[in-house]
C-alpha cells in the first residue's frame, strides 16, 4: 500500500476508488460509442454506394446509355418567368453531345449549351403553334392615316 494511502480514511479510500470506477466506466462508454459511430457511418457510406450503384444513372452508365434529369426547379415567386433548373448527367451523355456539335470549355458547358437550345426549340415550337391557330394568330398592326398628320392603329 503507497504511503499516501496510509493517511486516507476508508470512506475517502472507498469514495477514490468509485470515482475512479465511474471515470473507467465512462471511458468506455465514451469508447463503444466512438465504435458504433464509426460503424453506423462505414454502413451509411456501404448503404450509399449500394443505393448509387442501383440508380438509374449507375445503370445507365453501366449500359453505355446517355443520361440526363431535372433534379431541381427554382422559380422566383414574384417572378415565375425566371427561375433556374438544375441538372445532373452522365458523362456518355456530354459525349453524345460534344459529337452532335455541342462546345463548351466544360462539361457545365456543354449541357447547358443544349439546354439552351432544348428552351429555344419549345418558344418557337409554342410560336409556330400559335400562329398557326387563326384565334391566337397575332394579327399585324394596321395604319390608317385619317388626315391631318394623324393615323389610326388597329
Same mark, same amino acid.
Given at each position: 500500500?503507497? *504511503?499516501?494511502?496510509?493517511?486516507?480514511?476508508?470512506?475517502?479510500?472507498?469514495?477514490?476508488?468509485?470515482?475512479? &470506477?465511474?471515470?473507467? @466506466?465512462?471511458?468506455?462508454?465514451? +469508447?463503444? *460509442? !466512438?465504435?458504433?459511430? &464509426?460503424?453506423? !457511418?462505414?454502413?451509411? =457510406? !456501404?448503404?450509399?454506394?449500394? @443505393?448509387?450503384?442501383?440508380?438509374?444513372?449507375?445503370?445507365?452508365?453501366?449500359?453505355? %446509355?446517355?443520361?440526363?434529369?431535372?433534379?431541381?426547379?427554382? *422559380?422566383?415567386?414574384?417572378?415565375?418567368?425566371? #427561375?433556374?433548373?438544375? *441538372? /445532373?448527367?452522365?458523362? $456518355?451523355?456530354? @459525349?453524345?453531345? $460534344? =459529337?452532335? #456539335?455541342?462546345? #463548351? !470549355?466544360? %462539361?457545365? %458547358? $456543354?449541357?447547358?449549351?443544349?439546354?439552351?437550345?432544348?428552351?429555344?426549340?419549345?418558344?418557337?415550337?409554342?410560336?409556330?403553334?400559335?400562329?398557326?391557330?387563326? /384565334? +391566337?394568330?397575332?394579327?399585324?398592326?394596321?395604319?390608317? %392615316? $385619317?388626315?391631318? #398628320? =394623324?393615323?389610326?392603329?388597329?
Amino acid at each position: 500500500m503507497a *504511503l499516501s494511502n496510509l493517511f486516507k480514511t476508508p470512506k475517502r479510500r472507498a469514495e477514490e476508488a468509485r470515482l475512479a &470506477a465511474e471515470a473507467q @466506466a465512462q471511458s468506455e462508454a465514451e +469508447k463503444a *460509442l !466512438k465504435r458504433a459511430e &464509426a460503424k453506423a !457511418k462505414k454502413e451509411a =457510406k !456501404k448503404a450509399e454506394k449500394l @443505393a448509387e450503384e442501383n440508380s438509374p444513372k449507375a445503370q445507365a452508365t453501366k449500359n453505355g %446509355d446517355p443520361w440526363v434529369q431535372v433534379l431541381n426547379v427554382e *422559380l422566383d415567386p414574384e417572378n415565375p418567368g425566371a #427561375g433556374a433548373f438544375e *441538372l /445532373d448527367w452522365n458523362d $456518355i451523355f456530354v @459525349a453524345r453531345l $460534344i =459529337k452532335s #456539335g455541342y462546345q #463548351g !470549355k466544360t %462539361d457545365q %458547358d $456543354i449541357v447547358d449549351n443544349w439546354f439552351q437550345d432544348v428552351c429555344r426549340h419549345v418558344v418557337m415550337e409554342t410560336y409556330q403553334q400559335e400562329q398557326a391557330d387563326p /384565334d +391566337k394568330r397575332t394579327q399585324p398592326v394596321q395604319r390608317r %392615316d $385619317i388626315g391631318g #398628320g =394623324k393615323a389610326e392603329f388597329s
